[in-house]
């Protein structure tokens, strides 16, 4: 009928320590709830979602009259949901994207900054 609290514990350890490995330093601090929470945009908010659903059957399957009001197939499916997006996830893309940001910012402002030069040395008439 309900979830035993040691099988739910230990998919809840291995969908934190996926999460850990897959978001980098945001994913390693506190319980799988604040985990999903602080990801931020970096998680869909569905997938935020189900972490929350999970973390939530989590307390109440240590309760024993509240874990038989527990859905295991709903359970399993916001699992597979935040497995499955959790496992699309590549942290050396996420790396690349972000030094390809910085450096996008850099030859951006550079650009504007020799703009500015010009416009400048054509106006003072060195042009």
Do not use: C
């Not at 514990?9 to 999903?36: F, I, N, P, T, W």
């Amino acid at each position: 009928m309900g979830e035993s609290v040691d099988k739910l514990g230990r998919r809840v350890d291995g969908l934190k320590d996926l999460m850990a490995q897959k978001l980098g330093s945001v994913g390693k601090r506190g319980d799988l709830a604040a985990r999903a929470k602080r990801a931020g945009r970096m998680l869909p908010r569905a997938a935020r979602r189900d972490a929350q659903t999970i973390a939530e059957a989590q307390a109440m399957a240590a309760h024993p009259k509240l874990r038989r009001r527990l859905d295991p197939k709903a359970l399993r499916r916001a699992e597979a949901r935040l497995r499955h997006t959790l496992g699309a996830i590549d942290p050396q893309d996420r790396r690349r994207g972000y030094w390809l940001g910085i450096a996008t910012g850099l030859v951006f402002n550079f650009m504007i900054l020799g703009a500015v030069i010009l416009g400048v040395l054509a106006w003072r008439g060195y042009l």
